[in-house]
């Protein structure tokens, strides 16, 4: 199988630089990081991908018993990594997709050396003990009317996901990757983002981690971002100065110099 046109992989910057490698959330495709590709190419090789059901993947490669699982999400993550043969790399995770490189990381571990999880939860489900932002309740009403009706829980949703609501053009951006997502395979990678519980998962993780969190954030408030810190010995919690759940979007600049900031500590 041809790796690199399945997840539409895309590589810049500098071929004599460590790795990133950056992986977009749910609904999203990997158009999501060009704000920050620059400053980050600067300095690093940069690894851009589409999960198999987004964006540019090869859409006759998905399947939904794969998918419905983040184990699925994590194996294309390896496959990328051994197509390019990339080692000890960066991996830089987008909401869902922060629990995806610990999953990773675990598979694959002298493919991944370090983990960056930007606005990450590994369960938005409350429990006792835990705030995760939303009710069992509050999810089955989400996931009953995203199947209900795709596009117009795209639209309801996308901006309130987005936040900044003084900058519209970011909510419309946001519903139309939405909106470019096949619905039933949407609908397959929402179920697995709202309703796996990864909060054991963290405890797997040995690598140097950057949390980066928003100081407010509708989908994962700022307790989720500090259970995370709490949970992996090795992470670094940074709280960004920004609004919404995408901050790649919303403060390319701020978003980028706390991931270059974390990178040059370790060197």
Known sequence: MDIRRRNNVNVTGRDDAPVLLLAHGFGCDQNMWRLVVPALAERYRVVLFDYVGSGGSDLSAWSEERYA????????????????????????????SAMVGVLAAQAAP????????????????????YRGGFSTADIDELLDS???????WSS????????????????RELTNSFC??????ARVFARTTFLTDSREDLKSVSVPTLVLD???DAIAPREVGAYVHAAIPSSHLVTLAATGHCPQLSAPEAT???????????Q
């Open 110 to 129: 002298e493919r991944i050396g370090a983990l960056v999880m930007v606005t990450p939860s590994p369960c938005y489900i409350d429990d006792e003990g």
């Open 156 to 171: 309801a949703m996308a901006p309130v996901i987005m936040g900044n609501p003084e900058r519209p053009e970011l909510g």
């Open 180 to 185: 470019a997502t096949d619905p039933d395979m």
């Open 256 to 266: 980028a110099e706390a991931i270059l900031d974390f990178l040059e500590s370790r």
């Open 146 to 152: 995203l199947e209900a009706n795709y596009l117009g």
């Open 69 to 96: 699982s983040l184990h699925g999400y994590a194996a294309d993550v390896v496959d990328v990594c051994e197509e390019l043969d990339v080692r000890q790399a960066v991996f830089v995770g987008h909401s869902v």
């Open 214 to 216: 928003c100081e407010q």
